[in-house]
């Protein structure tokens, strides 16, 4: 598909309906964001992974919003024709009023076009608000990295029947009340194909298998730049590339003809 035009929710609907796959990286700030819409990526995510990967933090929970809205205006500045999703970070959508005045603040003060939620039945009510409030929402499922210290770790999710059941139960629920796009993360490959099969709007996935609609990776991931053991569901497209443009250049590619993930990066 040829964008002339700035990617929207409805873009990436039509692009499922058509069969399209489409790629997503992580973006922190204004140099990245150009590159990455210089190589056709679809959507960029402002994501509270920069509580660890820019602030050095131990997880992404001391993220505020006003983080967020910082660098999302840094993102947007740069972002070209990339629909532009930011995270809502941990606390702030305890309630559907709090996750409406904290999605009307990342869109107005940080331009964001999109907001992303972690949870399932415990944020329909905040999906369904935002959804009438017309808030493109994107609903993040499977591993949830803001609770971490509940889960016990980054574990796989969904394993088991019954966990299985719930997420799949989780995404029609939230495609029902008004969610734009689902993220999974962490979940076993055939789950994933389950889910993205079951719901008409997008599944972007990650660590999800290659069945999903869409793939996302951190950008310091994918380009070596993380600190410490590469996770499992990621790859360093920098090694077979002779810069950093052509690295990001080659995971939409990669994305887009459904030759990433491999096995190799699922479960
Ligand atoms: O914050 C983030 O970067 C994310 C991705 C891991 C999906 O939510």
């Known amino acids: 598909m040829v964008m002339n035009s700035a990617i929207t929710a409805q873009t990436l609907k039509q692009m499922k309906a058509q069969g399209e796959r489409f790629s997503c990286l992580t973006a922190y700030d204004a140099s990245f964001a150009q590159r990455i819409a210089e190589a056709g990526v679809e959507v960029q995510l402002v994501g509270d992974s920069l509580g660890m ?126 969610a734009d796009v689902l993220l999974l993360e962490c979940v076993p490959a055939t789950l994933a194909k389950r889910v993205t099969a079951a719901v008409a709007i997008p599944v972007i996935g990650i660590g999800a298998g290659v069945d999903c609609d869409a793939q996302v990776l951190v950008v310091y991931d994918m380009l070596g730049i993380t600190p410490g053991k590469r996770p499992k569901f990621s790859k360093n497209f920098l090694l077979d590339a002779n810069d950093i443009p052509e690295a990001l250049h080659n995971y939409a590619q990669a994305v887009k003809s459904a030759t990433f993930p491999t096995e190799q990066q699922s479960f």
């Open 53 to 178: 990967v820019i602030q050095g933090e131990e997880s992404t929970l001391p993220v505020s919003v006003d983080d967020m809205i910082y660098h999302c205006r840094s993102v947007r500045r740069a972002s070209g024709h990339s629909l532009v999703m930011v995270d809502m970070p941990f606390m702030s959508c305890t309630n559907p009023a709090q996750a409406l005045e904290n999605a009307g603040r990342l869109m107005k003060e940080g331009g964001a076009h999109m907001v992303k939620l972690e949870g399932g039945q415990s944020m329909l009510e905040a999906v369904r608000l935002l959804s009438i409030h017309g808030v493109p929402v994107c609903s993040h499922l499977g591993l949830l990295p803001q609770s971490v210290h509940k889960l016990g770790g980054y574990k796989v999710q969904g394993r088991d029947h019954e966990a299985a059941d719930a997420i799949l139960a989780d995404a029609k629920a939230l495609e029902a009340v008004g």
